[in-house]
């Protein structure tokens, strides 16, 4: 488990492509600290660590998470927000995130609003019943707050130290983000399925 609150942008340094997988090696201030076999939030996705060489660890990414992700797109060079589990005795910042991306949303739109930034989507309008105006978001990691909700679109307001301290900061018109959305939400839409 998760909470969106990022704690480290990470740099990709080289991407394999082994079969119908993605091995990427990532470098990040927080990388020399993990441990072989731990789930790190990488853009809000779970990966485990499965190589650690100094500053870089090494996680794969296989077909399943390549089809749900935008992960087939990443490239050397580019930033992965970074995240450690949570620690069940600390506050939860956040929301609850899984690391269990739902789908993809592409941006539309971005815009600086008086120091701050205003970001627009567009998703699947076969997730329209997972979320809500106010509700929470994970936007490649990131735990964000949604609003302007329609039935394909919503918007994100990003503040200035979110902004410069994430890779949201490359994200641009055109290009996709990893959505999972509200846990509860989910469990609630189920529940309402199971009793019809």
């Known amino acids: 488990m998760f909470t969106g609150i990022i ?12 079969g119908s997988n993605r091995v ?3 470098a990040s201030d927080i ?5 072989i076999d731990q789930s790190i939030s990488h853009d809000g996705v779970c990966l485990t660590v499965e190589e650690i060489k100094q500053d870089m660890h090494r996680v794969t990414a296989i077909e399943e998470t390549l089809k749900k992700t935008n992960l087939e797109n990443w490239k050397e060079g580019g ?8 620690l069940m005795n600390g506050r939860l910042d956040g929301h ?8 993809t ?4 739109n971005r815009k600086e609003s008086n120091g701050s930034w205003e970001f627009q989507f567009e998703f699947s309008k076969k997730f329209s019943h997972l979320i809500i105006e106010k509700g929470s978001i994970s936007l490649n990691g990131i735990s964000l707050t949604v609003f302007d909700v329609k039935k394909k679109t919503f918007r994100v307001a990003i ?3 979110t902004f410069e301290h994430t890779s949201i900061k490359n994200l641009f018109p055109g290009e996709k983000a990893n959505i999972e959305f509200d846990l509860v939400g989910k469990y609630i839409k189920r529940i309402m399925n199971s009793a019809n």
């Not at 609850?96 to 789908?103: A, S």
């Open 7 to 18: 704690e480290s942008a990470g740099e990709i340094k080289q991407v394999i492509v082994a």
């Open 24 to 26: 990427f090696w990532i």
């Open 31 to 35: 990388s020399a600290s993990l441990k």
């Open 79 to 86: 930033l992965v927000n970074l995240e450690r589990s949570m």
């Open 96 to 103: 609850i995130v899984q690391g269990h991306v739902d789908t």
């Open 105 to 108: 949303a592409i941006c539309t």
């Open 159 to 161: 503040i200035p130290y």
